[in-house]
């Protein structure tokens, strides 16, 4: 191919008219001619040493930067490790499977709040208890062997969170006093405390 002769300076003016109309790129194309020792011998010596303090000072700035992000990145990984985690139902349920199949329970540290269903009972309940529905009546019923079950209907106590919170109670409290343990011991701290409605 044919190149082109010219002198320097021409050379330069061509470069700056192309950069002045915007058809050579962007701010790295310019640091990549602002580095070109050729560009800078073109320049006088004034304009060298703006060029330059230009560059000590993006090359400043990019370092400020840079350390910036690093520190950045380590706090929010700090604050990340120490935030704990959002239990949510799915997490949760995930986390009970696996109790289930090492033949663990895992109970809530308080109990639910609104309606409880008779699966929830059921999952509330200690080991060896049962909670189930009784259709007939409208309630719930209970039993932890040895001791006798008993029956919570909804109309006498108040609504189903009511008797169920009622037949919780009796089955943590009959499986204390087999064990011969306090009622401290339930894993559910508000059992006893919690309203009933």
Known sequence: QETLQCSEHDALVVCMERFKHGSAGSEDTMDLLLSMDDATMALDKGDQQKVAGEQRRVQAQRTEQSCCAKAWTERRRKVKASTPKLVTEKSAA???????????????????????????????????????????????????????RISRLWHLHGGSRAAGILCLRYLWGRRCTTHGVDKDECPMKDLWTCPLA
């Not at 033949?103 to 109990?111: A, D, F, K, Q, V």
């Not at 609104?114 to 209970?142: D, M």
């Open 94 to 148: 995930r986390v009970r499977k696996a109790a289930e199949k090492k033949g663990e329970r895992i109970y809530p540290e308080s109990m639910p709040v609104g309606y409880i269903t008779q699966r929830q009972l059921a999952s509330l309940a200690p080991e060896g208890g049962y909670v189930w529905k009784n259709h007939k009546f409208g309630g719930f019923e209970a039993h932890f062997k040895p001791w006798p």
